[in-house]
């Protein structure tokens, strides 16, 4: 599959190396795809795994990960043109101002990217997992929970299937509104990793019988 994950950062280069360590095709669309610490990047990932600008990067990817920071979204979205019809992963996490959420309760970030993204098919996904852990590692020899939502029933499908081959129990929690409840679990999760007593790397396993 072709993917484009978009920001070069822990989120991005964390997808692109698993994904692409997969055999898929996978480009990562940054604001400067020429500078030196992006061409290092995509040179130690290998793998195929390429750089370009945000608008060139969106050409005939099937998926689009949206993995800048919460401040640059609207403006991302704005430079990849039409995303009507194709699916767009919401990795973010609405943060203003440190540890805070910018939008919850009646809304939430995954809500507004679909705005943003108009006619765009939005999975929300991928938000609490710390992005250390996208290699897809079991903690205490379980899978780690990705809870994933979205409208289009298709989108999560493709989606899901993208996040269970990187080795996560995906679990589809229903319409893209459960964002709202998706978002601040992230910051109970980075909460949680800040109690050294948990040791380094935390993640969520929802158990069931
Ligand atoms: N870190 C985690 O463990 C984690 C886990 C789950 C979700 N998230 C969420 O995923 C998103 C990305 O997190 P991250 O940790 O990958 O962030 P990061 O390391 O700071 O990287 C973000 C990337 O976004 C791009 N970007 C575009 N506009 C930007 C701007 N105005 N300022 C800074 N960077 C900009 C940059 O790539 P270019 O310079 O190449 O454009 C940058 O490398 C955030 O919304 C975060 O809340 C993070």
Do not use: Y
């Not at 990817?61 to 993995?67: C, E, K, M």
């Amino acid at each position: 599959m072709r993917i484009a994950v978009i920001g070069s950062g822990s989120v991005g280069a964390g997808l692109a190396r698993s994904w692409s360590g997969l055999g898929h095709s996978v480009v990562i669309g940054s604001r400067s795809p020429e500078s030196e610490r992006v061409i290092e990047l995509v040179d130690l990932i290998g793998n195929g795994v390429s750089a370009a600008g945000l608008a060139e990067s969106a050409v005939g990817a099937d998926v689009i990960v949206l993995a800048v920071p919460w401040s640059a979204a609207e403006v991302s979205l704005a430079s990849l043109g039409d995303l009507s019809g194709r699916i767009l992963v919401d990795a973010t996490n609405p943060f203003a101002g440190g540890l805070n959420l910018e939008i919850g309760h009646d809304d939430s970030g995954g809500e507004q990217v679909a705005r943003w993204a108009s006619g765009a098919n939005v999975v929300k996904a991928l938000n609490i997992v710390d992005a250390r852990l996208l290699d897809g590692r079991n903690l205490d020899d379980r899978e780690i929970s990705i809870p994933i939502c979205g409208d289009d029933r298709d989108a999560k499908r493709v989606v899901g299937g993208l996040i269970g081959e990187l080795g996560f129990d995906v679990i589809d929690a229903g319409k893209l509104e459960i964002s709202r409840l998706l978002e601040p679990l992230c910051l109970l999760m980075i909460k949680m990793s800040m109690k050294k007593s948990l040791g380094n790397e935390i993640g969520f396993r929802v158990l069931r019988d």
